[in-house]
């Protein structure tokens, strides 16, 4: 990867994550259904990840799909999942949960994080729900979280880059500020120079037919807005092949 800039790869498969590491990634974010905007990986999923990656692996925890306000049987889930990602190697943990008002929920975040030590934690796009985001870097500083993922509380990290721009600033490097969402080879230069970012986060990814030779048109095993069933989305070498390049021009 290009010298003082990192690209972080969000991927929810093996495949996608051997893809990413080949095409120059310094880092993955491992979840299942990105569809979903990923929620936590299985474990066989990290432990066979693990086996065939050099670079470090950040596991994301997410019990479901939707907002971040989770029950208490929920937590303890995300709990037992930070204890077995743990277990079977994960480098990170990533996870992020608000209050009903918009706020980072200090009390269960410090607890995740005790469970979380001694890996790194981040906090993730939960962060673009949040009521002030000015106010919620603070709380995410205070807490001791490493990194936060963001796309300036915007549709994109390019729609939100003013934001993702003063967040960096207010940051002053006592946490990672990561832009995320949206982010293209079309766009990273863009944000790069506008933000002052280090790190940024994508998914980088393309569709390929499926192998099936046999197939049932009449059937889906998801809802109505599910993805085409013999279509595959995975991370593309090319497309983090050329962020690479712009990033390392860039510098």
């Keep these: 990867m290009a010298p003082g800039i990192l690209m972080e790869v969000c991927v929810d498969s093996v495949e996608s994550a051997i893809n990413a590491e080949r095409g120059g990634a310094s880092r993955i974010e491992l979840c299942s259904s990105l569809m979903e905007g990923g929620i936590t990986p299985s474990i066989g999923l990290l432990q066979v990840v693990k086996q065939y990656l050099r670079i470090p692996v950040f596991a994301m925890i997410r019990p479901r799909g939707g907002d971040f306000l989770y029950t208490d049987s929920e937590i303890e889930v995300m709990k037992n999942d930070i204890k077995m990602a743990k277990a079977s190697g994960a480098d990170g943990i990533v996870f992020g949960v608000l209050t009903e008002d918009g706020r980072v929920n200090a009390e269960v975040c410090m607890d995740l994080i005790a469970e979380s030590r001694p890996l790194p934690v981040t906090f993730h796009r939960a962060f673009d729900m949040v009521h002030d985001p000015s106010t919620a870097l603070e709380s995410l ?99 983090i092949r050329t962020l690479n390049a712009i990033a390392r021009d860039t510098v």
């Excluded at 003063?166 to 940051?171: I, K």
Aim: contains cysteine; glycine residues 8%.
């Design 141 to 239: 500083t205070s807490l001791g979280f490493d990194r936060v993922l963001t796309s300036g509380c915007d549709s994109s990290a390019l729609e939100g880059l003013p934001t993702i721009k003063r967040l960096v600033e207010q940051a002053k490097e006592r946490i990672i500020v990561v832009a995320a969402g949206g982010i293209t080879e079309r766009n990273v230069q863009r944000i790069l120079e506008g933000s002052g970012i280090c790190e940024f986060h994508c998914s980088a990814r393309s569709s390929r037919d499926s192998s099936m030779k046999f197939r049932n048109m009449s059937v889906s095993m998801g809802a109505s807005l599910s993805p085409p069933e013999y279509s595959v989305k995975v991370a593309d070498i090319c497309k």
